[in-house]
Nanobody, 126 residues
Framework: QVQLVESGGGLAQAGGSLRLSCAAS????????MGWFRQAPGKEREFVAV????????YYADPVKGRFTISRDNAKNTVYLQMNSLKPEDTAVYYC???????????????????WGQGTQVTVSS
């Protein structure tokens, strides 16, 4: 069992930055690839980024590529999402999630993620 708790959300201006954190409980954090998803008001939850168990491989959705960076610190059981050049369309609740594999399946498919956090709100003003 892995419990995930996101933090770091808040209000930012367009062009600004925020860093989200996701702290995981348990000693098996390094066994999981970790992803970030987001859900804007009135929209379905969508994939944002994923990182492999070692942190050596990452993949991003096109809307955030070049602006967001996912990273992890296995010693601290934490995954991060650095968000730069924020846009109003980045406004959403952001969720972290854990999946057992990195190199198989689809990063976009929510069903392939086993554990989810409760989410943290990010609001970007224009």
């Amino acid at each position: 069992q892995v419990q995930l708790v996101e933090s770091g959300g808040g209000l930012a201006q367009a062009g600004g930055s925020l860093r989200l954190s996701c702290a995981a409980s348990g000693r098996t954090f390094s066994m999981y690839a970790m992803g970030w998803f987001r859900q804007a008001p009135g929209k379905e939850r969508e994939f944002v980024a994923v990182i492999s168990q070692s942190g050596g491989s990452t993949y991003y959705a096109d809307p955030v590529k070049g602006r967001f960076t996912i990273s992890r610190d296995n010693a601290k059981n934490t995954v991060y999402l650095q968000m730069n050049s924020l846009k109003p369309e980045d406004t959403a609740v952001y969720y972290c999630a854990a999946r057992g594999t990195y190199y198989s399946g689809s990063y976009y498919r929510e069903s392939e993620y086993t554990y989810w956090g409760q989410g943290t709100q990010v609001t970007v003003s224009s």
